[in-house]
């Protein structure tokens, strides 16, 4: 780690305290399908909410039968307007970061400041940190828990979000507020569809063991095909800390999914989530495809319960089960508490 730091941010498959879901509610862009996205959410909070504590962000009556925590919200991305933690051996430290709805592209005035409404509530522990004058999403940004900073060039140096600064400049920042050693920016890489610029949780995803799980493609008809083999190609190349290569397992690709006017929509399997014991992975009603994608993460997580969840409701919306989610870590000296206050949202037991 760099000298005489003693934060880090954490890997994903750390034991956690706790899970965040921003609801979905009627103003929101799920309101023509607001009863099939609930399906979703409701088996995402009772995988969740049987392994770790469940955090419900909602409007007054935006969340039907569940405890949550009173907010008003602009959507449901909760990966990219949740904090970001970083653990020492004796505190936690939350990261409030700018979200501007993907570089301005979505009213996000609302979303960006749930963070501050659930630390002045005591919902969740640690030290704030304030850096709202820099735009950075969770989707955006992949730790090992050690250091490395894996992310995309396509969405951190995209239009609209940390302008006028260089690609050296951000670089810097991300070490310092990360206390990261090294950032591993992947050049390619794109989903057709993706309203985020190319977040790294959609492409690879970096796992135990110097484990990298990422997409690609075997059609070359496909218009993405050409850029994944470059992202594949640039991955191979990249090493562990220690100098040796990545072991490296290739995801498939989801046959392609289209919106009702005919656009691509971007399904992946890298878009899963990590929790306490289990990985829950997007499926897309391709059982094919679907079971390899469940056997190739299984591989990835063999000490973990795999379940897959549809995602076809999320990917209407260009998200998925890694998107709509944020985990947060046990803040070191809490008292027992899992660095939640004794408030902690659960699913009602009416929903289980």
């Known amino acids: ?14 034991r956690q305290s706790a899970v965040q879901l921003t609801w979905p509610h009627k103003d929101t862009d ?30 007054e009556g935006g969340a039907p039968g569940m405890l949550h925590v009173v907010c008003p919200t602009n959507d449901t991305w909760a990966r990219d307007h949740g904090f ?18 993907w570089g301005e592209k979505f009213p996000a005035d609302l979303d960006n400041a749930i963070n501050r409404r659930l630390y002045d509530l005591g919902v969740v522990k640690g030290e704030y940190t304030d850096h709202l004058d820099f735009v950075l999403e969770g989707g955006s940004i992949e730790s090992d828990g050690q250091g490395t900073i894996f992310t995309t060039s396509g969405c951190l140096l995209a239009p609209h979000r940390n302008q006028p600064l260089t690609r050296d400049e951000i670089e810097q920042r991300l070490k310092t507020y990360l206390c990261a050693e090294r950032i591993m920016w ?3 890489g ?11 949780d959609t492409l690879v995803r970096i796992c135990p063991n ?10 070359p008809s496909d218009p993405q095909y050409e850029d994944l083999r470059l992202m594949e190609e640039q991955l191979k190349s990249f090493l562990t800390m220690d100098g040796h290569p990545y ?16 656009d691509r929509l971007p399904a992946t399997y890298a878009n899963y989530l990590v929790i306490n014991d ?16 469940l056997r190739i993460i299984g591989e990835a997580f063999p000490d973990r319960e795999i379940v897959g969840i549809d995602c076809r409701s999320l990917i209407k919306q260009h998200g998925s089960l890694h998107c709509c989610t944020m985990q947060y870590y046990p803040c070191p000296l809490s008292e027992g508490n899992g660095g939640l206050n004794n408030r902690e949202m659960k699913i009602n037991e009416t929903n289980k």
């Open 1 to 14: 780690m760099v000298q005489g730091t003693t934060y880090r941010m954490p890997a994903e498959w750390e």
């Open 30 to 59: 799920w309101a023509d399908m607001l009863d099939e996205v609930l399906v979703t959410y409701r088996e995402m909070a009772r995988e969740i909410s049987q392994r770790e504590r469940l955090i419900v962000v909602a409007p």
């Open 84 to 101: 970001i933690t970083l653990l020492s051996s004796s505190s936690a430290r939350l990261l409030d970061f700018k979200f501007n709805g």
């Open 186 to 188: 992947i050049d390619y």
């Open 190 to 200: 794109h989903l057709d569809g993706d309203d985020t610029d190319g977040h790294i």
């Open 210 to 219: 110097d484990t990298l799980v990422y997409v690609g493609s075997d059609d």
């Open 247 to 262: 072991r490296l397992l290739r995801l498939p690709l989801p046959r392609p999914i289209f919106d009702n006017d005919g």
């Open 278 to 293: 289990a990985v829950l992975v997007p499926t897309y009603a391709q059982p094919d495809l679907d079971a390899e994608a």
